[in-house]
């Protein structure tokens, strides 16, 4: 069996309901749920079966029956400007969900850069918001995706850092900085870092510079 007959096998086929951009550059697709899976997993999406599927992270709930992904369009990668294309009753490819970027009921920090905010989302959407305090990173005041949502549930534990722009309510810095001022980071608690290979290693080697445990911190890089 060739590469592409095992491949054509692992993956179910499902219809676009709706595709979005939400902010300049940012997308929501949603198609109908097909296989359960747990808040923090990811699934892979293609729209032909002779390219690998990339990386998602499902950003609704457990209960909804829509899967939900926040994506951004890379100009010059290979899925992304196909998928900003999209059209509603369009065919795409699905991996089943997969991953272990999982949260319990137990306190926790939740980081994300840019669309890192994904797992969070499916998270909070799923009923986790008791003892989480949640930490987003963008560089405008359109990046902090779904805010409308957390903001009047997670108050004032749902921080914005914006780099680029000031604007009410928000955090005038990048992340990194907002944890620098912070001056005491819990002792109990995990810290859960989501998004680009840089914010999550510095986030990281911030962490263990300020005491946090190795074991508290748990990543999900989007390479
Ligand atoms: C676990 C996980 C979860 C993820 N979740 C999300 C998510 O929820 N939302 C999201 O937006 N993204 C997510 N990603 C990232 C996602 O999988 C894709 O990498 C991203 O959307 C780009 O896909 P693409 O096909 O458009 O670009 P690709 O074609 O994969 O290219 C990506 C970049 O690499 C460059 N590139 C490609 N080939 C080469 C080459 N041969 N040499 C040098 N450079 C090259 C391209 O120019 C482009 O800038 C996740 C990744 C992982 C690992």
């Not at 390219?51 to 829509?66: C, F, H, K, M, W």
């Not at 928000?170 to 819990?186: C, H, I, V």
């Amino acid at each position: 069996m060739n590469s592409n007959t095992d491949q054509k096998n692992k993956l179910q086929t499902t219809k676009i309901l709706e595709n979005n951009e939400i902010s300049p550059g940012v997308y929501v697709l949603k198609f109908k749920k097909i296989k359960e899976f747990k808040a923090g997993q990811y699934v892979g999406l293609t729209t032909d079966l002779s390219v690998t599927p990339r990386l998602y992270t499902i950003a609704s709930g457990i209960n909804q029956d829509e899967v939900h992904i926040l994506y951004n369009l890379k100009d010059d990668g290979w899925l992304t400007p196909r998928l900003s294309e999209i059209k509603p009753g369009t065919e795409l490819f699905v991996t089943d969900p997969e991953g272990d970027f999982i949260d319990d009921q137990s306190p926790a920090w939740w980081i994300a850069s840019g669309t890192g905010i994904a797992p969070f989302s499916s998270m909070f959407r799923s009923g986790l918001k008791k003892d989480k305090l949640l930490i987003h990173g963008g560089r405008f005041a359109h990046s902090f995706y779904f805010e409308k949502e957390f903001l009047p549930e997670l108050g004032d534990n749902y921080i914005r850092c914006c780099s680029q722009e000031s604007g009410e309510g928000l955090y005038s810095g990048r992340l990194t900085r907002y944890l620098q001022e912070t001056s005491e980071l819990p002792k109990d608690c995990r810290f859960f870092l989501c998004g680009s290979p840089e914010m999550v290693i510095e986030v990281r080697d911030l962490l263990i510079l300020r005491g946090v445990e190795y074991n508290k911190i748990v990543a999900e890089i989007y390479f």
